[in-house]
């Protein structure tokens, strides 16, 4: 089990550029979430997706948008990137009705 | 009041020590709690969960006080492999469509020192 996987790790942006973090999970969970984490904020929920074709904001959802392909994937997506947007993502996957999360390795962002 | 607060630390503590953490919490229907551990530049780890009274896995003792709104987390005999930023995680409750929302904590930073 590779468990939640991300592409990619690393990544830099020019501002107004768009570009898709991707997400994958083999662990058939229902649950897949993005956060993103900047120093001395902690992680803040962005989106998540409760179930294979539902998604639904959290708490910073502006310049963001998702799509759970299937039940595997969630993917993100920056329209048009902006340095606000420089940061450290994450994804994460749950078992309802469990909610111990399991994070991937994140990808680094940075928006120039 | 924040939703789940922590003392950012760092705590530097010697190895062998006895170290823990405390972190507060606003929601009274919170009703389940976490401890997770992030290493540097890395993903954070469950390392407990914390349901009822609390548990204790190891050299680790998670309690929870609901009174208090307060959870702990005590690490015995402290390694230089514990060095991490310990992140408290609060579930606010069913969000609906079987999805759960955690907030996390901004972390507690410990650096275990030989």
């Known amino acids: 089990n590779a468990g939640v996987t991300q592409t990619p790790k690393f990544q830099v942006l020019k501002t107004g550029q768009s570009m898709t973090l991707q997400c994958a999970q083999d662990m058939n969970h229902n649950s897949m979430y993005w956060y993103r984490q900047d120093p001395g904020m902690g992680l803040r929920l962005i989106y998540y997706s409760a179930s294979e074709g539902t998604t639904d904001k959290g708490e910073v959802p502006n310049g963001y948008n998702v799509s759970r392909l299937n039940k595997r994937e969630f993917s993100l997506r920056l329209e048009s990137a902006a340095p606000s947007q420089t940061s450290v993502y994450f994804c994460?996957?749950?078992?309802?009705?469990?909610?111990?999360?399991?994070f991937g390795p994140g990808t680094r962002l940075t928006v120039l | 009041r924040k939703e789940v607060e922590q003392d950012p630390g760092p705590f530097n503590v010697p190895e062998g020590a006895t170290v823990a953490f405390n972190c507060t919490y606003s929601?009274?229907?919170?009703?389940?709690f976490f401890w997770y551990r992030q290493d540097c530049r890395k993903e954070p780890k469950l390392l407990m969960s914390?349901?009822?009274s609390g548990n204790e896995d190891g050299r680790f003792t998670a309690q929870l006080n609901r009174a208090s709104q307060y959870i702990s987390l005590l690490i015995r005999d402290s390694k230089l492999s514990d060095s991490a930023t310990y992140l408290c995680v609060v579930n606010g409750g069913y969000s609906g469509a079987g999805s759960y929302q955690l907030t996390f904590g901004k972390g507690t930073k410990l650096s275990v020192i030989p």
């Open positions: 994460a996957s749950s078992e309802a009705p469990r909610v111990t999360q399991y």
């Open positions: 914390v349901y009822s």
């Open positions: 929601n009274s229907a919170s009703q389940s």
